[in-house]
């Protein structure tokens, strides 16, 4: 169960709150008497199009939760100073997209192929708080961008992986370091350490055009490897929402796959235009696959390598814990359903704050929370500094707390590659 943590309460800060407006599971009722703090009205973000699953594949499930900011891993060291990312060559007068020449799709796989890996991710999680632990696999792709083993993917591929592994096109396998990586953009960085690999060339996706070639490659339900998919751009900056992220994507009809997330969209030149991130949920949907344009990417990328963090996000300072079932509810140790601080950053605001762990967040910033993505939609609209006003339920009471974000800036782990201790 949750812990107190030796909280005193000061009764004059307090308000009594209704628990009916709550969900719960039997066989727990909620307390009865007190006031209902007032209902506010959420605030949608403009456009916040169809919602998506996202297109890692998951070996084996496991406990998942978010943390205050993304993880961004430095697991090996080394300098990054010297990568060089290989783009297009575009004569005078031309545009990307009009330079090179036309190729088969065949020709297109044997140019690209090689530049395209297999992606394994380990996590190690806790399960509950009774110090039990589950491990967890994901598979993904990824795309080489530098001869030295720089490899773009998706940050959901190896989100909170204690050990990450690589499987180039010949079949050879490296251990690799996660650079950086950023939940908003969904984009990661990795590095092995190879030599002479070969890197895609960085092709433009503000020229393309809806009815351009459009040619997928990854590793589709994770043991599918060098799969090759075709289609046509269908749609340029369709915004959709992706586990709580609004994004403008390249919608292409090349069929897109569970394991297929992080490997690259190609168009008829062999230029690397995207990076594909998400597909369609629906059963009865057919030919609605996703990839981030790389025109969007390439900046986070550049950020990532070089400072190992995109600068300016804020974050809270907690790892927070979504309860939206009973069963999960039973595992945890919690009698109602919602979001919960699972960790208290040492130092942070939300230490500051006076939160604790196993608050229930109720509202943030005036807007009500019901899911992790309700949080962190809050926080995408503040910037480092900025303060907001939390209410949580601690104990069968309502608490208000002011809390001031920092910037969301990673740190060096002490053990570096390997499952949590």
Same mark, same amino acid.
């Given at each position: 169960?949750?812990?107190?943590? =030796?909280? *005193? ?46 297109? =890692? ?49 065949? *020709?297109? /796989? ?14 190690? +999680?806790?399960?509950? %708080? %009774?110090?039990?632990? #589950? ?5 993904? +792709? ?18 909170? !992986? ?23 953009? $969904?984009?990661?960085?990795?590095? &092995? ?12 996706? $503000? ?14 339900? =994770? ?9 046509? &751009? ?11 992220? #609004? ?37 009865? /949907? ?20 070089? *400072? ?7 974050? !809270? ?8 079932? %009973? ?10 359903? =919602? ?25 943030? $910033? ?56």
């Amino acid at each position: 169960m949750f812990e107190n943590n =030796g909280y *005193q309460h000061n009764e004059n800060e307090q308000q009594n709150f209704d628990l009916n407006r709550m969900n719960y599971y039997q066989p727990y009722s909620a307390p009865s008497g007190g006031q209902r703090p007032p209902e506010r009205k959420r605030r949608h973000r403009k456009g916040a199009g169809t919602a998506l699953l996202l297109a =890692g594949c998951m070996v084996v499930s496991g406990a998942a939760g978010f943390g205050g900011g993304y993880a961004a891993l430095k697991l090996m060291g080394g300098d990054n100073s010297s990568t060089v990312v290989y783009r297009s060559v575009v004569t005078e007068g031309e545009s990307a997209s009009s330079s090179g020449e036309e190729l088969s799709v065949s *020709q297109v /796989v044997e140019k690209v192929s090689p530049s395209v890996v297999e992606i394994t991710a380990e996590v190690v +999680s806790d399960s509950g %708080f %009774f110090s039990s632990r #589950t491990i967890s696999a994901s598979a993904g +792709s990824g795309v080489i961008i530098s001869e030295d083993g720089t490899i773009v993917t998706n940050n959901h591929v190896i989100d909170g !992986a204690n050990q990450v592994t690589v499987r180039l096109y010949d079949g050879t396998e490296y251990e690799a370091e996660i650079v950086g990586a950023d939940s908003k953009t $969904d984009l990661a960085v990795l590095k &092995i350490d190879a030599e002479g690999l070969t890197a895609a060339v960085i092709g433009s996706s $503000d020229s393309l055009q809806v009815g351009d070639t459009a040619i997928a490659v990854g590793n589709p339900l =994770g043991e599918l490897g060098g799969t090759v998919t075709n289609g046509i &751009i269908s749609a340029l900056n369709r915004e959709v929402t992706v586990e709580g992220e #609004t994004m403008n994507l390249l919608q292409t009809n090349a069929a897109i796959n569970p394991g297929n997330s992080g490997g690259g969209l190609f168009n008829s030149k062999g230029e690397l235009i995207g990076i594909v991130n998400a597909k369609s949920s629906g059963s009865d /949907v057919e030919g609605l696959g996703f990839a981030i344009p790389i025109d969007t990417a390439m900046p986070v990328v550049e950020q990532l390598i070089s *400072q190992g963090y995109v600068s300016g996000r804020s974050k !809270a300072g907690v790892t927070l814990v979504d309860i939206q079932d %009973f069963s999960t509810a039973m595992r945890y140790g919690v009698q109602y359903l =919602g979001v919960y601080v699972y960790s208290v950053e040492e130092g942070s605001g939300a230490e500051k704050a006076g939160l604790q762990k196993g608050d229930c967040i109720l509202e943030a $910033d005036g807007e009500q929370i019901s899911q992790v993505s309700d949080f962190k939609a809050v926080l995408e609209n503040h910037d480092p500094g900025d303060t907001i006003s939390l209410t949580v339920l601690r104990d069968g009471r309502a608490k208000t707390l002011e809390l001031t974000l920092d910037e969301s800036v990673p740190e060096e782990p002490e053990v570096q590659n390997t499952a949590a201790q």
